[in-house]
């Protein structure tokens, strides 16, 4: 079975980036990022300079000048769509990857008179009822209608340890790809062929198919904006030139403004976003839209569900507590012997307890039993023994009721046990035999562990977890304060996780929504970023605009990690770009106009050898920068959790002063390599 993770870089994968760079350089493709289509304009113009040096006019270019500053800028062009096609590629491997798991399974489909026919997993539509036995893959996304099973679904989550599903409630959606690794389901089909999870995890993991997200788009217009300037300055410098007596070729006018335009960061934008959703993905967590991941870096508020998102879910027996008069041992037994029946999971974990603490009930003694179920109006469960022995288990108040009208006993301890338990955030549980209570049983809702750890991350983050339970505020203050959040909405309905999204988002806030529940879809939809967990129900799943495949809600931890490091890294790469034309005009300008105004050799601070090598030297840097800050753009600049000024001030530091510092360098070394080598 295959997971979502991380596809490394492959030869594979940058043998295949590389023939796409060179597809990329159709024009239609290249208009879309503006920068690097200029410069594939001055590359075209430059080969027929190479042909034909005079073509545009007298020139005091060579053929050999113009043939260098061609290759020079088709390089340029070739790096950039190789950073682009090397990002998309490992994205599109991943596709690959998921497609293998998306066989043509064969299904069970079920008649009317209750036979199977085995039909593709294909031909399943919406509606349809499917069987799948122990060992079966899941042939498509459907919800469980009879049955309780361990499902297998490290095909999606990567995760080994299987996760029961059962019909009815929160956990009865299942995923085509998974497997059943025990017992059977019969599940209804939710989906018509190619709409599965799994067809849209394979469309969302290709990073091609992507859209640019609002801040890209605002840069890519930016850096549009920059490019027709300093077109305009180099339209300028020709009649200036003139006046000067100084000779601009062709050549010489679209190298500069090759340099000066913000070319490093142009070429690797694309590869930046694609990149960013990548790591979404290795984290197994699937964004529906690049924008997602991007809100995800500014989130102020979360906001979390607790059942299923906080805590487990189901209350489990956590301890038995036997009122005065009444030992451990009688009480454990009693719980037990109450529980037996009782197919729930609480029922099922105060069984595990007791076994736990040696209390045993031969099936013989209790095979006769009338099975007394659960019911809203009894709020209560138990076993009838054929002696005539009555066990029950259910709400305090509700046993309390039972043992009085059989004119049983009420411990003076009872009540004191209750509130301790309800106070502590739990639910009390009486066993009553016959008429006598016998003592409580503590249903516990346990805090996932590891919370607490996380929500102190985020808090060092600026972002402010709230808590949305049905619980009342009692229980509620005793999870929230378990749990480590900042603040708790008690007895949340729908409406209510609803309003605390809009009133964060009024005051000029974004929002992130974590939940699994039908009752969740809503507030998911709300949001500006809805984590559902894969493990909740189809509705959840399709509110959201990201999916957690582990259904770990400190996952959006690394989510807002990620979001923040796109953002920086976009930042600070745009900072390096355009500190890059500080120096590259320090190095161009002063060499080319130095003869006839002596005056500018106080600016040629790099004494750069001649005004061609000046040129041809920040040209190639200005082509080699971007294949070196792939890596970057691919890994992203680590995020630490810092205020958002000092994050500012250190990328300026490092991105800024090195966006300045680094060419000066790099130039250098070029320029003296291409004097000593005699190249000019």
Not at 56 to 73: D, E, K, Q, T
Not at 447 to 462: C, I, N, T
């Amino acid at each position: 079975m295959t997971t979502v993770r991380h596809q490394t870089l492959t030869k594979d994968i940058v043998a295949q980036a590389m023939l796409d760079a060179f597809k990329k350089l159709n024009p239609v493709i290249m208009m879309k990022n503006p920068v690097m289509f200029v410069v594939e304009v001055g590359t075209f113009i430059t080969l027929l300079l190479s042909f034909d040096p005079s073509l545009f006019g007298a020139s005091g270019a060579g053929r050999g000048y113009n043939i260098a500053v061609f290759l020079i800028l088709l390089f340029t062009v070739l790096f950039g769509n190789f950073a682009e096609a090397l990002a998309e590629g490992r994205g599109k491997a991943q596709a690959d990857t998921l497609r293998k798991t998306k066989s043509d399974t064969m299904a069970k489909l079920v008649q009317k008179d209750g036979s199977y026919k085995h039909v593709s997993s294909t031909q399943l539509k919406k509606g349809d009822i499917v069987r799948v036995d122990t060992g079966e893959m899941i042939p498509t996304d459907g919800e469980i209608v009879e049955g309780l099973a361990s499902i297998d679904e490290s095909a999606i989550t990567g995760e080994s340890a299987p996760v029961i599903k059962e019909a009815g409630g929160d956990f009865s959606s299942v995923t085509g790809g998974t497997r059943v690794a025990s017992d059977y389901i019969v599940m209804k089909v939710v989906t018509d062929p190619g709409e599965s999870f799994l067809d849209r995890m394979i469309v969302l993991v290709e990073g091609a198919k992507r859209q640019k997200t609002p801040n890209e788009i605002a840069l890519t217009t930016l850096l549009a904006v920059l490019t027709l300037i300093f077109l305009f300055v180099i339209i300028t410098m020709v009649p200036m030139a003139g006046y000067l007596g100084v000779r601009l070729d062709i050549a010489t006018l679209i190298a500069l403004l090759v340099c000066l335009i913000p070319t490093t960061i142009g070429g690797l934008l694309s590869a930046i976003g694609i990149a960013g959703m990548d790591r979404v993905t290795q984290f197994n967590v699937l964004a529906m839209s690049g924008k997602a991941v991007e809100a995800a870096g500014d989130i102020d508020t979360l906001i979390l569900d607790k059942t299923g998102t906080i805590t487990y879910g189901n209350r489990m027996a956590f301890e038995f507590t036997p009122v005065k008069g009444i030992s451990e041992k009688e009480l454990t037994l009693a719980a037990l012997q109450a529980s037996v029946k009782d197919e729930t999971p609480e029922g099922r974990s105060i069984v595990e307890l007791a076994e736990k603490q040696g209390a045993t009930w031969p099936s013989a003694e209790y095979e006769g039993a009338e099975v007394v179920e659960f019911s809203a109006e009894t709020r209560m469960s138990g076993l009838n023994l054929a002696g005539g022995t009555a066990i029950r288990k259910g709400a305090v108040d509700a046993i309390v009721k039972y043992a009085n009208a059989m004119d049983g006993r009420v411990p003076g301890d009872l009540e004191e046990m209750a509130s301790r338990i309800a106070k502590a955030g739990g639910t009390p549980l009486a066993v009553a035999v016959n008429n006598r209570i016998y003592g409580v049983i503590y249903l516990k809702d346990t805090v996932k562990s590891g919370l607490k750890e996380r929500f102190d991350e985020l808090r060092a983050m600026g972002i402010k977890t709230v808590m949305c339970t049905g619980d009342n505020p009692l229980t509620a203050a005793t999870i929230a304060l378990e749990a480590g959040v900042d603040d708790f909405i008690a007895e949340a309905k729908p409406e209510d996780k609803i309003a605390a999204i809009k009133k964060e988002q009024q005051e000029g806030k974004l929002v992130a929504m974590t939940g699994d529940g039908t009752n969740d879809a809503p507030a998911l939809a709300q949001a500006d970023v809805g984590l559902a967990m894969n493990s909740g129900t189809m509705a959840a799943k399709e509110a959201a605009n990201m999916i957690d495949l582990d259904s770990d809600p400190t996952k959006l931890l690394s989510v807002v990690s990620i979001g923040k490091q796109l953002l920086i890294t976009r930042g600070a790469l745009t900072t390096f770009s355009i500190a890059n034309d500080i120096a590259k005009y320090f190095a161009i300008i002063p060499a080319m106009f130095i003869v006839a105004m002596p005056q500018l050799q106080s600016l040629n601070i790099m004494r750069l050898a001649s005004p061609q090598s000046a040129i041809l030297s920040a040209l190639i840097f200005n082509a080699i920068i971007i294949p070196l800050l792939i890596p970057i753009a691919m890994k992203g600049v680590k995020y630490r959790a810092m205020s958002a000024d000092r994050l500012l001030g250190r990328n300026v530091l490092i991105y800024g002063m090195g966006g300045v510092i680094v060419p000066f360098i790099g130039i250098k070394i070029i320029d003296m390599a291409l004097h000593g080598l005699h190249i000019v």
